[in-house]
């Protein structure tokens, strides 16, 4: 079977379920925005590897908030993906993480031509535009994303089947009328490529990390996040007597955010672009404490996949998270710590840092408790094999 898979963001374990099915025998393709700017996977093969890695869209930065300028290149890359889909001639597509207008372009060729394709839904875009007009964005995006509800149900209609990632996107479908086609498979992380490393390992010493703690974040920071929480918890964690390094390891409009928090606050920053992917474990591993952000209004229409990958570092993990969201579940699993993502939350977040860096043993169990969730949840096979099956059963 002739396989294209689709991931936008070229996320990790997306390049490794591609890995999978092609170690099962599949001819796949894997294709990524090359110049969309997050923290990517392997998206290269290894000697042996039969998998095809391709970039498309070209190699210049994306700017999240150039409004207009990012409608035009959404709507151009839906062309673009149109043409690599009859380059490659797969039996069967996947998409992951494609922006709507790239997606109502795609789906409008595709139903012409009578090709079948695989909604692989991380985010409904529609609700989060919904939810963020009027607060971080414009209230004219309310019109936005109305639009946008419209044109991703047309989407989602029109694709063979749809995977989502969470109970909670199951509600839409229904809504959608899409909900007899849809599969909910959990998203994961590639245990077996993040593995826990040591605190002070080459990487932390190649940035001049202090011996001090250090609380870490490694990750996208955009509308669904609020940085300013980052450099309030390490300055309430300092206010309690203990002073701490704040690891960032991001790119973005957040960055000057980060800067002048951290500076008003009197917090010593180490602000990162993204890491390449081989260093990741390291990356996580020099933390301490490992923080992730969610907004509340966000927890309905998106999981924040670096909780996964968080669990699979072993350190303890923090989350400015909405309680009902799946992240919060599996942190609490593990005995991290939970609140609410709002700045009322940061002195209790800051308690619990101070108390835990005081009793090693049971910040050493928190991070056992996380890399074991993530060897139970996280095991491949189970998701490649559902996987392998939709994609056998909607292939042309």
Known sequence: MRVLIHDHSGHPFQA??????????????HSYVAGYVSGKGRLTA??????TYVGIGGEAKIEQRAYAKRLWREVTRGFELVRHVRQVDPDIVMLSNVQIPTMVIFAAVMAVLRRPWILWHQDVYAVALRKLAGTKLSPRFRIVAWLFW????????RAAAVVVIADSFVRVHQQWGTADKVTVIPNWAPVDELTPRER??????????AERPRLVYSGTLGLKHNPELLPQLAAAVQELGTKVDLVVVTEGAAEPVLRSGAESLGVDLTLLPFQPYEQLPEVLGAADVLVVLLEADAGAFSVPSKTLSYLCAGRPVLGFVPAENLAAHL???TGGCVLAPEPSAVPAGARWVVDLLADPERAASIGEASRALAEKEFELSGCADRFEAILGASAR
């Open 331 to 333: 942190i609490e699993q």
């Open 200 to 209: 002070d390992n080459d990487w932390a010493r190649a940035q001049g990390l």
């Open 46 to 51: 290894l000697p042996g590897e039969t998998i």
């Open 16 to 29: 490794e379920l591609s890995r999978e099915l092609a170690r099962r025998g599949h001819d796949v393709t």
């Open 150 to 157: 419209i044109a991703e149900r047309w989407c989602a209609r």
